[in-house]
T-cell receptor, first 108, second 115 residues
Framework: GIQVEQSPPDLILQEGANSTLRCNFS?????LQWFHQNPWGQLINLFY???GTKQNGRLSATTVATERYSLLYISSSQTTDSGVYFC??????????FGAGTRLTVKP | DTEVTQTPKHLVMGMTNKKSLKCEQH?????MYWYKQKAKKPPELMFV???????INESVPSRFSPECPNSSLLNLHLHALQPEDSALYLC??????????????FGPGTRLLVL
């Protein structure tokens, strides 16, 4: 089945810093989503981005489908950005498969 | 409204108990999902309902029994669980399982502890 790899596994930042999270996938995809899981467990949709670039405030994402990777950019990070960021794709059965996540800690 | 609700938020049960988790959405979605998430791991798919019919069972033990009474509701019945079943159980919905260009929306989850 499709493999989804995220890096780095852990990231610690000082408030105000910028960061880039990466998601590599092993096969072509028609659907890729980025989620933020807050410390209470809620998964929040950030981007639906099978290709191209999108921006939403301090967050932006780029997916290069031909090279099988996606990047999530966080600028001017805040303590509320802490949590786990997941990349997820649909496999051949249209079932969602998650990467292992990047655990982000933003320190004040 | 992109809200998926789940009850209860927390549940503690013994290995001989029977309990149920509930999930509800009013977005008109026709696909609903149960995921299990262990600590420090990503969510893993357990069940998918498409148009109120179970379309996938990821070889989940029979002590977990899903039910989809109508297109807005999804239940997960629990019986004779083991301590290793303690996890966060997430419900999600999407417009249609077979449409690739769409988003899944997740509920806040139920934290289950089996003693």
């Amino acid at each position: 089945g499709i493999q989804v790899e995220q890096s780095p596994p852990d990231l610690i930042l000082q408030e105000g810093a910028n960061s880039t999270l990466r998601c590599n996938f092993s096969d072509s995809v028609n659907n890729l989503q980025w989620f933020h899981q807050n410390p209470w467990g809620q998964l929040i949709n950030l981007f639906y981005i099978p290709s191209g670039t999108k921006q939403n405030g301090r967050l932006s994402a780029t997916t290069v489908a031909t090279e099988r990777y996606s990047l999530l950019y966080i600028s001017s990070s805040q303590t509320t950005d802490s949590g786990v960021y997941f990349c997820a794709v649909l496999d051949n059965n249209n079932d969602m498969r998650f990467g292992a996540g990047t655990r982000l800690t933003v320190k004040p | 409204d992109t809200e998926v609700t789940q009850t209860p938020k927390h549940l503690v049960m013994g290995m001989t108990n029977k309990k149920s988790l509930k999930c509800e959405q009013h977005m008109g979605h026709r696909a609903m999902y149960w995921y299990k998430q262990k600590a420090k791991k990503p969510p893993e798919l357990m069940f998918v309902y498409s148009y109120e019919k179970l379309s996938i069972n990821e070889s989940v033990p029979s002590r977990f029994s899903p039910e989809c009474p109508n297109s807005s509701l999804l239940n997960l019945h629990l019986h004779a669980l083991q301590p290793e079943d303690s996890a966060l159980y997430l419900c999600a919905s999407s417009q249609d399982k077979y449409t690739t260009q769409e988003t899944q929306y997740f509920g806040p989850g139920t934290r289950l502890l089996v003693l």
